[in-house]
């Protein structure tokens, strides 16, 4: 069975640049979360989409925004890129109803320079 | 609010020590806990769980135990080996909040 995908695993970026990040979770998974890992903040959560609605979010601005398809395929968009959104986003996906129990991608690596 | 504090690291221990790593959470509620592992180059894998008061998980060798009175879920290792080197992140879920909310994570390298 084949684990999460998230495209693309490296990219650089400058400010004031937008960038999309994908994510393919494992089949018949409906529910996936995003997440962001910075050295100094840890993990922390964005957002989780649930049969293409967005049903929990995280306190970030504005400028994060995302989207679910049909098919449970998830986008993330982060518009006017700042220098502190260089991070590891990672994307996870459940079947949403094992609460907790989330399958994690390798991770898309955002460098804003 | 739902917090998770985790033992700072990074932890260093030779091959065949007994390992600890400590977690305690704020929550309302009875939360689900977790610890979670990251190996370099890699994301999170679930590493085990706990869903009750008085559960134990365990997977791998690993073991921690949901203990409600002192809001702890420690993690333990008998006897750690090279392989286990990876960060160790504890992580409680509260139902209708429909995140995990993470520790800080700990870095543990073991040694030959």
């Known amino acids: 069975k084949a684990g999460v995908t998230q495209t693309p695993r490296y990219l650089i970026k400058t400010r004031g640049q937008q960038v999309t990040l994908s994510c393919s979770p494992i089949?018949?998974?409906?529910?996936v979360s995003w997440y962001q890992q910075t050295p100094g903040q840890g993990l922390q959560f964005l957002f989780e989409?649930?049969?293409?609605?967005?049903?929990n979010k995280g306190n970030f601005p504005g400028r994060f925004s995302g989207r679910q398809f049909s098919n449970s395929r998830s986008e993330m968009n982060v518009s006017t890129l700042e220098l502190g959104d260089s991070a590891l986003y990672l994307c996870?996906?459940?079947?949403?109803?094992?609460?907790?129990?989330?399958?994690f991608g390798e991770g898309s690596r955002l460098t804003v320079l | 609010g739902n917090s998770v504090t985790q033992m700072e690291g990074p932890v260093t221990l030779s091959e065949e020590a007994f390992l600890t790593i400590n977690c305690t959470y704020t929550?309302?509620?009875?939360?689900?806990l977790f610890w979670y592992v990251q190996y370099p180059g890699e994301g999170l894998q679930l590493l085990l769980k706990?869903?009750?008061?008085?559960d134990k998980g365990s997977n791998k060798g690993f073991e921690a135990t949901y203990r409600k009175e002192t809001t702890s879920f420690h993690l333990e290792k008998g006897s750690v080996q090279v392989s286990d080197s990876a960060v160790y992140f504890c992580?409680?879920?509260?139902?209708?909040?429909?995140?995990?909310?993470f520790g800080t994570g700990t870095r543990l390298t073991v040694i030959p």
């Open positions: 996870a996906s459940s079947l949403g109803q094992v609460f907790g129990e989330l399958f």
């Open positions: 992580a409680l879920f509260q139902t209708g909040a429909n995140n995990l909310f």
């Open positions: 706990a869903t009750k008061a008085d």
């Open positions: 989409y649930f049969s293409e609605t967005q049903r």
């Open positions: 089949s018949g998974h409906r529910s």
């Open positions: 929550a309302t509620g009875y939360p689900s």
